[in-house]
């Protein structure tokens, strides 16, 4: 029987079985010895940012929803009621609004007047954000730096966990295990179908500890919206008295792949909207950020890869404004670059030496492979007998096929398909096992 690969043990290579499982981290997240949570802020000053953008934002709240309570617009603009009822008197002091009755203490019930109106329409024209009220750029950059460097090493236990679905080998163990604890990036190269994107994807979840971020950022009057409902996973807040303009979350997961241009690294804002985007590496802060198929994106792999020696060296990056400004902004996020292309064929000496980590994924070997085979196998209940992995391996042999640590899979589940459209029992037999091959790899012809 043919050898379907060799493992060099002096090399850091890997395989995979593939399916990520997800893999939730009870760690606690600590900043300077204690759990860290943005404090409440209990005046319009404490919140460090200008009061006539928190004016703004309520009146355009109150253009929303007419005839609410200091209560409504503070639940809108997740601002304590004190505050914002604080705002809101400063309204009606210039006309924009009026008081229709009480509710409670400090809880009145404003109306919209025409000259609030004349206003709300105004500032909408030049910013039509309306949600919660945005933190400072300091304060964003301080408080999601400050969490980083306070998350407690890795635990080999959690990298395991995080890995459980795939089948590594102890030295690729060790680096992902160094990558998920300093937070340094990481190089992955090796030919396609052999578990780079799977390795990234699951790495996020050795990431320790959950994550405060804002739900939008304030830099020069302008916002910025970072918080994303298909980016960020929130999690379920137990503390009571915290600023709500800051949400819990867990460390974030960004695939940007083929899509991926200069242009979608900056700050997007549209005529429509009238307020900032982050980009998405902004949203990956304090997670993990995979580029994927490096190489085949829509821009030059020397232009990708020059946006990323800055960032990558000093850990911030720049964004720019319309009106020409530059901001400095957190690059705190595990970056991986996974590519089937020719390294040398991609970046230089100098890319390189930034990286923090580089794996060279390669094809599974046959004992590998069996591993791989049997234990997706028994996840769909299924067993596997010693003959059928050989007579595999006669056919990789035969078709001067090099096995991927993909294709157990990908054969496991087309047997499956092949068992329930002829309504037979579950069993990867040899010939059912043909048939999946052949549909697989297309060995079947018309004619």
Not at 195 to 203: E, H, N, P, V, W
Not at 329 to 353: C, G, H, K, M, Y
Not at 426 to 445: Q, R
């Amino acid at each position: 029987m043919i050898a379907l690969a060799k493992e060099d043990s002096t090399s850091k290579v890997v395989s995979f079985m593939p399916h990520v499982k997800m893999a939730a981290s009870t760690s606690l997240l600590v900043d300077d010895g204690r759990i860290f949570k943005p404090a409440q802020p209990s005046s319009l000053d404490e919140l460090g940012i200008a009061p006539g953008l928190v004016g703004d934002l309520a009146l355009k709240a109150m253009a929303f929803a007419p005839n609410s309570t200091a209560a409504e617009i503070g639940t809108r603009l997740h601002l304590g009621l004190m505050i914002t009822d604080a705002v809101l008197q400063k309204l009606t002091r210039d006309k924009f609004i009026e008081i229709k009755g009480v509710v409670g203490a400090h809880n009145h019930r404003y109306a919209m007047l025409e000259r609030g109106w004349t206003e709300a329409a105004r500032i909408n024209s030049s910013n039509s954000y309306v949600g919660p009220t945005p933190v400072s750029l300091e304060a964003y950059s301080e408080k999601l730096t400050g969490q980083v460097q306070a998350r407690l090493p890795t635990a080999r236990s959690q990298l395991d966990q995080a890995m459980d679905d795939l089948v590594l080998n102890e030295g690729v163990k060790q680096v992902l295990g160094l990558v998920a604890s300093s937070g340094r990036s990481l190089f992955l190269s090796g030919p396609s179908g052999n578990g780079k994107t799977a390795i990234a994807r699951s790495l996020v979840n050795a990431i320790d500890g959950d994550l405060w971020i804002p739900y939008a950022i304030e830099v020069d009057g302008q916002i910025i919206r970072l918080y994303d409902q298909h980016t960020h996973q929130a999690t379920r807040i137990t503390e009571t008295d915290y600023d709500r303009r800051w949400v819990k979350i867990k460390p974030p997961l960004v695939v940007v792949g083929g899509e991926l241009t200069i242009e979608s690294m900056e700050l997007a804002n549209s005529p429509a909207h009238r307020y900032y985007e982050a980009p998405f590496q902004l949203k990956s802060n304090g997670g993990v950020l995979v580029i994927d198929d490096l190489g085949r994106q829509r821009c030059s792999p020397e232009a990708l890869l020059n946006r990323w020696i800055i960032p990558l060296e000093n850990r911030i990056d720049y964004l720019t404004l319309n009106t020409g400004k530059k901001i400095q902004v957190p690059f705190e996020q595990v970056i991986v670059f996974a590519t089937n292309l020719t390294v040398s064929d991609l970046a230089d000496e100098a890319f390189l030496r930034r990286m923090g980590y580089r794996i060279h994924v390669m094809a599974p070997s046959p004992e590998t492979y069996a591993d791989i085979f049997i234990r997706y196998a028994r996840r769909h209940g299924l067993t596997v007998e010693p003959s059928l992995l050989a007579h595999l391996e006669i056919r990789y042999g035969k078709e001067n096929r090099e096995p991927k640590a993909c294709e157990p899979r990908d054969i496991i589940d087309r047997a499956i398909e092949v068992c329930r459209y002829n309504r037979e029992k579950l069993c990867l037999s040899k010939e059912i096992v043909d048939i999946a091959w052949d549909g697989y790899f297309g060995a079947v012809a018309s004619g």
